[in-house]
Structures are given as C-alpha cells and as structure tokens.
C-alpha cells in the first residue's frame, strides 16, 4: 500500500496541478486546473462570492454566509448563527450536530445512533459510540505526534491499537501486539486531497485524513470534522466560508497545496514547516514558564542567602537566577523568530534549542546544588542538585 508518488505544481501560486498516484487504481493520474480566484476546475459554475453552484456536475445552494444548504436532491444542511452545522439529512437519515461554546463538537445523533466527544483541550480524547447493538468507548493517548495511542472498549472486550502516520499526518495502518508479536491493521492510502484510494472508506478508526491533528471522519455524510468547517476531501474544499477569512478565496483547501500545507483548525492554511514550528513552541512554552518562576525564585533566595551573610550561597543562587532567566529570554526570542520568519530562516536557531535546554537543565541542577549547601551538608548538596 505504499508507492512512489510524483506530483506537479503550479510554478507561481504552488497550487497542485497533477498527480501520479502509481498504484494500478482508477484514475492512477489526476489533473487540476484553477480559475483566477483559486476554484478548481471541477468547480465549473461559481459566483463572484467563489460559491461552487456546480460541482462536478451536481448543483448546489448557499445560503448568504457561504453556508452549503443543499447538494443536488439528496443532501440538505442546516446551520446556526455561528456558521456550526446544526444537521446533516442524506436520503431519509437526518444527522443532529452540537457545539460547545469555543465551537468544538460535543454530539452528533444519527438515526438511533449517537456519538458523544470529550476533549483535552481540542484534542479528542474520548468518543462513546452508541448504537442499537451496544456502546463502545474509544480512548486516546495524546503524545509528540498528536493520537498516538487508540484504545476501543466494547462488550467484546478492549482493543489497542498504535496509529502509523504518513508524512502528512494521514493514519496508514495501526499497529496491534498480541503477546511478543505485532500485527498491522486498518491499512489505507488516499490521494492528494484526502480521498481514500485503498482500504476501508468507512468504520473505525475515525481518524483517518489528517488525523494526527485530531480530525474526525464523519462517515454519515463522508466529511472530514476540522474544528471549525467540515472539509469535503471529493472536492477539495470546505462546506461553508472561512469565518476568519484567511486568504482569497475562503473556500478552498489549504490554498489548493493539500500535500505541502495543512489545516489544523478548519480556518488556517499551514506549511508544514510552520505546524512544526506550532509543536516546537508548545513543547518550549513550559520550560520558559518554568525557567522564568526558577529565576525568580532564585533570586529571591539570593537576597535572602545575603540577608544573612551566607555570601557563598548567595552568589551561588544569584548565578542560578541569572542562568534560567537568560536560558528563558532565548529561548522566549527563538520562538518569537520563528513565528515571524518561519523554519528555514531560523535553522541556526534551531540547532541551538537543545544546548538551551541543557543550560536550563543546568539552571535547575545548580539551584539544586545551592539549596543542598545552604544546608550545610554536602551530601545533600548532590542529592537536591542531581
């Protein structure tokens, strides 16, 4: 299930032009063009608001907004004030959607069925699946990669499952163990836009496109879940407009570079240098905090140290302050860099993150060492430091 894959570009705008997916399949190599606005060419009736009317020959209405009310005869949506699908019906199966207020979805209600969504922050954490045979729990473990543990608990029993990525954050396959072996699972391929070109289409695990960014796919209606907008991957597009409305053209798909860019919230296009970027200072924000409160603290136990002429102590904690203050301001500026100028301009900086990460190590271990002696038992000194 995994091939060599060649792909063109757009030599000005990086829009992705063709695609030679190289696995034998229908329609093994696709060609896009594009309209001045960015609309893709199966889009071939658009208003001047880039509302798609005709896709692929099938018609389609908007409301005001940009919201999709309807897709030919057998799809209608509904959508509240804040632009959030209220329901999906398809045929004769209405979909029930709820929000909480910073917009994540907490529900969906699907004919008997029933899905209820829990979050750590706005990563999903647990999904309860309810249907006419039973309920199942699905738990995930949050890591580096975004889900990188998936634990499904049924009446049948509990299920473990690691997810395998591709480059661009689609789960390939999972990796089961049973005993001292390993055994590999939902293995599937898609295509440039998200599209599932081998592999299940439906069932679990939701996550399929992008799903180290915590995306879910709907299989009711065969849209991706991102946040704030549901991505139609058939297409390459988005239901309703950008409410933050990024770029041009405020329906279109990671500014039609589905392979180089990301959509981590349904209303932002990322490079993929920049969602790193996103990663490495969310891992580094702590350690700034951290290294900011130990300096400050050490600070204050220097002052204290001097108060009662313990000097040696003092310089020592003055020392310590110093260093995880000035670790903290670095590294402070090395996120700062590069947010405004992205990864490539600051790979030097890059190269330097781990050594400011042993100098605030270092700034610990010394406050560990000072307080140690401040007690006047060297034994302690190393015990407190290391």
């Known amino acids: ?154 009446s049948s029993g509990t299920t ?29 391929a898609y295509d440039a836009w998200g599209v599932i070109r081998q592999g299940a289409t439906s069932g679990d695990p939701k996550g399929r496109y992008c799903a180290s960014l915590g995306h879910v796919d709907d299989d009711e209606s065969g849209l991706t879940y991102m946040r704030a907008r549901y991505y139609e991957a058939t297409v390459g597009r988005f239901m309703s407009a950008d409410t933050s409305k990024d770029g041009l053209n405020w329906f279109v798909y990671c500014l039609n570079n589905p392979i180089g860019k990301i959509d981590y919230s349904g209303n932002s296009a990322l490079d993929l240098s920049d969602a790193i970027i996103k990663i490495i200072w969310q891992n580094m924000q702590p350690l700034v905090f951290n290294l900011t409160v130990a300096g400050l603290v050490f600070g204050a136990g220097a002052c204290l140290a001097a108060a009662e002429q313990d000097y040696w102590a003092a310089g020592a904690l003055a020392a310590a302050s110093i260093l995880s203050l000035a670790s903290a301001a670095l590294l402070a500026r090395m996120g700062y860099g590069l947010f405004a100028h992205g990864l ?20 610990l271990n010394l406050l560990g060492v000072a307080l140690g002696i401040s007690t006047g038992d060297e034994d302690d000194a190393w015990v407190f430091g290391f």
């Open 344 to 363: 490539k301009e600051n790979a030097d900086r890059i190269q330097v993150c781990g050594g400011l990460f042993l100098l605030g190590n270092a700034g």
């Open 1 to 154: 299930m995994f091939e060599v894959r060649r792909l063109g570009y757009d030599a000005d705008l990086d829009y992705l032009t063709s695609a030679d997916y190289n696995d034998g399949l229908a329609n093994e190599t696709p060609s896009w063009s594009y309209d001045a606005a960015g609309n893709r060419n199966d889009a071939s009736v658009v208003d001047n608001l880039n509302r798609a009317t005709t896709i692929g020959g099938v018609a389609r209405t908007y409301d005001i907004l940009g919201n999709t009310l309807t897709i030919g005869s057998s799809k209608s949506m509904t959508w509240d004030a804040l632009n959030r699908m209220t329901s999906l019906t398809s045929g004769a199966t209405t979909t029930n959607y709820a929000y909480r207020p910073d917009g994540m979805r907490v529900s969906k209600d699907y004919g008997t069925d029933s899905s209820r969504f829990y979050y750590d922050g706005q990563m999903p954490m647990e999904t309860l699946d309810t249907t006419s045979s039973g309920s199942t729990v699905t738990r995930n473990g949050l890591g580096a990669r975004g889900i990188d543990r998936i634990e499904r608990v049924n």
């Open 160 to 188: 473990v499952g690691y997810p395998l990525y591709d480059g661009h954050g689609n789960m390939v396959a999972t990796l089961a163990k049973s005993g001292t072996s390993f055994s590999l699972g939902d293995q599937r």
